[in-house]
């Protein structure tokens, strides 16, 4: 089993910067990339960007690209989200996520590992 812990989400004005950090522990051996995941009220969880662990291939969601980057430490088993340039549409509950397989997606059910979450909350 591989456990999640998210941190850095908060309260910030548009414009503004924030960075998550999600930090592994467990059987993180099994673990080949990492991607976060966002849900605002209301909506379905969507899919936001993602790194490999070897190597440090990303993917991005169009609507973050160019705002957002993802970055991993492979010593401190961790996975980082800044986010840049903030709009109240990206208020949302971000979660990382862990796959056991290589490669890169968007697709939230090849996941196979979740953190609990945390909230980012732009306003306006």
């Known amino acids: 089993q591989v456990q999640l812990v998210e941190s850095g989400g908060g309260l910030v004005q548009a414009g503004g910067s924030m960075r998550l950090s999600c930090t592994a522990s467990g059987h993180t051996f099994s673990v080949k990339s990492m991607g976060w995941f966002r849900q605002a009220p209301g909506k379905e969880r969507e899919f936001v960007a993602a790194?490999?662990?070897?190597?440090?291939?990303?993917s991005y969601a169009d609507s973050v690209k160019g705002r957002f980057t993802i970055s991993r430490d492979n010593a401190k088993i961790t996975v980082y989200l800044q986010m840049n340039n903030l709009e109240p549409v990206d208020t949302a509950a971000y979660s990382c996520?862990?796959?056991?397989?290589?490669?890169?997606?968007?697709?939230?059910?090849?996941?196979?590992?979740w953190g609990q979450g945390t909230q980012v909350t732009v306003s306006s």
């Open positions: 790194v490999t662990w070897s190597g440090g291939s990303t």
């Open positions: 996520a862990a796959r056991r397989l290589p490669g890169l997606t968007t697709k939230e059910g090849a996941y196979n590992y």
